[in-house]
């Protein structure tokens, strides 16, 4: 059987990224890790904490092989300037979108099976006059394709019509055709990623109360509404539009596969505490698989060794699984 190659991008050099990714390679994994990264910047990350890691220069000709602890295998790209733990550098920021470039043409090539992605820093790649609103735009952009953002805990999965855009922007956004074509990505994914032959989807309404009637809103009946009932005609399980504030309660849940919330702050706040730190962010939609961790850059915990991996293995384990599950597809 063939080993897969993933990759991981460590992210902003002044955060935790490059922390989390030497800790995960204390540990062996089944597949082949390779880190795009300046090899310098993890050298002097390790010898920061004591850590007698091996790198290594990846050599994609030859065959993939597993991951052995201790060891980190990296396709090599320079900093602009020597990083300072927790300081922001405008000058690394086109380094930083260098690996994501690098990490998409692997995928979309077949070098490499699944990116996974730590986090980045958007506001200094855009004080770099690069327009960067999140990885999940930037893999669409790069890689083709309608991005789905989900988010997935072993108990729960929140995916969003709508990802990173003002509050204001968000009910001129939702449209018809929108909801509709999220909705389908959603449901075709999840029976090919996930194996789930009929997903049971939970859509929330807009407005609070599902807009009462028309009376908080219009939405649900104008889009949402109609949209439901026109897919529920094409054979899928769809309940909704429902208050958001009642559709995460546990006898709800227990009933739908996923929860689709209108908007980022509608249905991220309840996944990330029901299981922050072991949340995955993964983008739906896409030619490629690609996971991410649930948490930002914390530079303050850059470099002290107080920065957790959890959420890194948890995004690993779940590229892994999605790899291996279109491999034997």
Known sequence: MSIDRIIITPGEPAGIGPDICLQICSQNWPC?????????????????????????????AAPACAHIANTITVHPIS????????????KNA????????????LCINNICQAVVTCPVQKSIIND?????????????DY??????????????????????LPLKEVSKTITRPLLKKVISILHNDLQEQFGIPSPRIAICGLNPHAGESGHLGHEE??????????????????????PA?????????????????????????????????????ITLGLPIIRTSVDHGTALDLAGTGRANPSS???????????????SNA
């Open 32 to 60: 082949e890790l390779i880190f795009i990264a300046d090899p310098e910047l993890l050298r002097r990350r390790a010898e920061i904490f004591g850590l007698d890691i091996h790198i290594k220069i990846a050599n994609f």
């Open 79 to 90: 900093l602009e300037e020597q990083e300072s733990c927790g300081a922001l550098n405008i």
């Open 94 to 105: 086109q380094y930083v979108v260098q690996t994501l470039q690098a990490a998409a043409q």
């Open 128 to 140: 770099a006059g690069v327009p960067f609103s999140g990885h999940t735009e930037f893999f669409a």
């Open 143 to 164: 890689c083709g394709g309608y991005p789905v953002m989900m988010l997935a805990t072993q108990q729960l999965k929140v995916a969003l019509v709508t990802t990173h």
């Open 221 to 242: 009946i104008e889009t949402i509404t109609p949209v439901i009932e026109s897919l529920r005609e094409s054979g899928m399980q769809l309940t909704g539009p429902l």
């Open 245 to 281: 504030d009642t559709v995460f309660n546990p006898p709800v849940l227990k009933q739908h596969d996923v929860v689709l919330a209108m908007y980022h702050d509608q249905g991220l706040p309840t996944l990330k505490y029901a299981g922050f730190g072991e949340a995955v962010n």
């Open 312 to 326: 890194l293995k948890a995004a690993l384990n779940m590229a892994i699984q999605l790899s291996t599950s279109k």
